[in-house]
């Protein structure tokens, strides 16, 4: 069974920093992409950062300059510095997995989400 496991979200004061982490787990073959959202109350989810299994990284407008997303392996981070009141939200990641799908067939991509790890940031 797949799994997605946020950690790291918690009360921060405005311009302090914060770090998430993201562990994905199980028959995963291939990891394409890895990505965090951001979903703040009454509002849409929208991606915030997300990096691809060469390397390549893109950023929300609003948080260039201020977060940074890594993969270590099965684990993809969110470094936030200078947290501001409006980053507060519950922030998810997920994940374009290829599966072994054993003797069900041949390996798939598929896409996954974390259960979501609240950040709030006071000012």
């Known amino acids: 069974q797949v799994q997605l496991v946020e950690s790291g979200g918690g009360l921060v004061q405005a311009g302090g920093p914060l770090r998430l982490s993201c562990a994905a787990s199980?028959?995963?073959?291939?990891?394409?992409?890895m990505a965090w959202y951001s979903q703040a109350p009454g509002k849409q989810r929208e991606l915030v950062a997300a990096?691809?299994?060469?390397?390549s990284t893109n950023y929300a407008d609003s948080v260039k300059g201020r977060f940074t997303i890594s993969r270590d392996k099965n684990t993809v981070y969110l470094q936030m510095n200078s947290l501001k009141p409006e980053d507060t939200a519950v922030y998810y990641c997920?994940?374009?997995?290829?599966?072994?799908?054993?003797?069900?067939?041949?390996?798939?991509?598929?896409?996954?989400w974390g259960q979501g790890t609240q950040v709030t940031v006071s000012s």
């Open positions: 997920n994940g374009n997995l290829v599966l072994d799908l054993g003797h069900m067939g041949t390996p798939r991509q598929y896409l996954y």
């Open positions: 199980g028959s995963i073959i291939n990891i394409v992409s």
């Open positions: 990096v691809t299994s060469g390397g």
